[in-house]
């Protein structure tokens, strides 16, 4: 499997040299025949070339079998003009990568902060919706006809509609409660909203062994709290998706455990949920579970997509085992979840712990 590794701003080279080293390890215990290409992308390839992302890497981020990328400080970047393209958009774009897959789940020994631990999965549509970036061929979705007027246009297709569906379906096939609830606003957003539901439901159809429902936005942001383990798999489009998913991991137990995957048919990035943290950047505070659990479902997505395989689903269901591990014991953890352990000594500590 050939990885394109691109370190990002802030925390991003240290939780990728962590993500990196753990992937190492589980390739030397289950023979991945792993392989990697570096590349500097975000504020320092800005400053070296102008541009934050040249064409050269995107290529080489579709030649490769799996990416890796580290959080990137796309706020801080000047326009797109000036060399600013927003990387994580930019690869969800280009390769296509209209699922983005977030899992939320109570860990073991660590405290959640709903009424109810839960175990779901967010499948959030990633290449339409209000996300100004992704919504015109050319141009952003945004503009202002006077200074005092600002306008938002929000793209929602059937075939985007369809194919999100039908990954939550299909992830929901592999979940032992086997239940999809499709959240939207309809009741205020009647056009592109009705669009979005008449294609989840047509999906829902194709599979009668999934338990199908629907939660309106705003009351789904409130259930979560209340009651999020009657939740398994959540479809949504790019917006409330993302809101969502940050509600999610930190009622788990913290965005910093939170992992997640951009996919299309054919490509696959793994990506932290957090941000870039430049406040911490360099000083080994980080923690790096969110992108290593973010690799860890790249290798899953690897196993699922041809025969012979096997090994890399091994690899995954390990790093996850071991990360749970490290978990339980407080004195085992980083930081920020109450332990008191740097960026690099958390990394050795599981890089020990995995076993085949």
């Not at 406040?279 to 690897?302: E, F, R, V």
Request: with cysteine; aromatic share 6%.
């Amino acid at each position: 499997m050939r990885l394109v590794v691109l370190p990002g701003d802030g925390i991003g080279p240290e939780i990728t040299t962590a993500t990196v080293a753990v992937l190492r390890r589980v390739d030397e215990l289950f023979s991945l025949g792993l392989s990697y290409e570096e590349h500097e992308v975000g504020l320092s390839r800005l400053k070296r070339e102008g541009c934050t992302i040249p064409p050269a890497v995107m290529e080489a981020a579709r030649a490769a079998e799996g990416i890796v990328l580290g959080p990137v400080s796309h706020s801080d970047y000047p326009s797109r003009a000036e060399g600013g393209i927003n990387v994580s958009g930019e690869m969800r774009i280009q390769l296509d990568l209209y699922a983005n897959i977030r899992p939320s789940r109570s860990r073991p020994g660590l405290p959640h902060y709903g009424r109810t631990p839960m175990d779901l999965v967010i499948v959030r549509e990633n290449t339409e919706g209000f996300y100004s970036d992704r919504n015109m061929f050319w141009g952003v979705g945004e503009f202002m006809p006077t200074p005092d007027l600002a306008l938002s246009v929000r793209k929602i297709t059937a075939a985007g509609s369809r194919r999100i569906a039908r990954a939550a379906f299909e992830l929901a096939m592999r979940r032992p409660r086997r239940k999809v609830t499709a959240v939207h606003k309809i009741n205020v957003i009647k056009v592109s909203e009705a669009l979005f539901l008449r294609e989840v439901r047509a999906v829902a159809k194709e599979f009668p062994d999934v338990a199908y429902d629907e939660q309106l936005i705003d009351s789904m942001a409130a259930l979560l709290v209340r009651d999020a383990q009657r939740y398994d798999v959540i479809v949504t489009t790019n917006m409330y998706g993302d809101i969502l998913s940050d509600e999610a991991a930190e009622l788990s137990g913290s965005l910093g455990l939170a992992g997640s995957i951009n996919h299309s048919d054919t490509h696959c990035m793994a990506q932290a949920q957090h941000g870039s943290a430049p406040d911490i950047a360099g000083q080994d505070k980080a923690n790096p579970t969110s992108l290593i659990l973010s690799a860890a479902m790249l290798l899953d997505w690897y196993a699922r997509r041809g025969p012979g395989r096997e090994a890399f689903a091994r690899a995954a269901t390990e790093i996850e085992r071991a990360v749970d591990e490290l978990l339980t014991d407080p004195a085992r953890r980083t930081a920020d979840i109450g332990g008191r352990l740097g960026t690099r000594a958390f990394t050795d500590e599981l890089c020990r712990t995995l076993r085949a």
